[in-house]
């Protein structure tokens, strides 16, 4: 079955610095990858995803990259703020399969 | 705005009792799924449910049954609950027909003494 891994497990940086977080999953039926931001406290929500067909996804300060032929998907967040600071989920899914997470990466973001 | 609901954020029960987690979704959604969540484990898939009265097992399915006796509403069952199943459960839906952004409860808490 699929198996999702996910680099760093924690990640702190500078206020306004940028962010990246790496994902690998094995299948490559995979053709779906979201990306899930749980704040403390509070329920895991989507903010942002790609598909197979897409190399490359923006939105404001977050964006996802995928490179299906290394089977990686990276989450790039720049000029980060404190609101940034949560754990990060990556999943990949594919049709016929359950959605896999990746294990998490808490992203401190310090003033 | 889709909203999951978890009946309970935190719950205490002791060895053996049999717990009920309840969850209920108000955008007619196809999907329904259980996971627990255990740090540095991300979230592991229990059961999930494409339709009313069908479920399928997920990754780690021991210990656990679920009902899905209306569409809306998803129930996580421990039948005897040992203290390993302390955790953090979240239910979550998903529209389905291949719309599979899935939408996550609020958690319920649960501690087994």
């Known amino acids: 079955g699929e198996n999702v891994e996910q680099h760093p497990s924690t990640l702190s940086v500078q206020e306004g610095d940028s962010a990246v977080i790496k994902c690998t999953y094995s299948d490559s039926a995979s053709n779906y990858f979201p990306w899930y931001k749980q704040e403390l406290g509070k329920r895991p929500q989507l903010i942002i995803d790609?598909?197979?067909?897409?190399g490359e996804k923006k939105d404001q300060r977050i964006a996802v990259t995928l490179n299906k032929t290394a089977k990686h998907f990276s989450l790039h967040i720049t000029e980060t703020q404190p609101e940034d600071s949560a754990v990060y989920f990556c999943?990949?899914?594919?049709?016929?399969?359950?959605?896999?997470f990746g294990p998490g990466t808490r992203l401190s973001v310090l003033p | 705005d889709v909203k999951v609901t978890q009946s309970s954020r935190y719950l205490v029960k002791r060895t053996g009792e049999k717990v009920f987690l309840e969850c209920v979704q108000d955008?007619?959604?196809?999907?329904m799924f259980w996971y627990r969540q255990d740090p540095g484990l991300g979230l592991r898939l229990i059961y999930f449910s494409y339709d009313v009265k069908m479920k399928e097992k997920g990754d780690i399915p021991e210990g656990y049954s679920v009902s899905r006796e209306k569409k809306e509403r998803f129930s996580l069952i421990l039948e005897s609950a040992s203290t390993n199943q302390t955790s953090m459960y979240l239910c979550a839906s998903s529209l389905g027909g291949g719309k599979n952004i899935q939408y996550f409860g609020a958690g319920t808490r649960l501690s087994v003494l």
């Open positions: 999943a990949a899914w594919g049709y016929g399969q359950n959605f896999v």
């Open positions: 955008m007619d959604h196809e999907n």
């Open positions: 790609i598909r197979s067909n897409v």
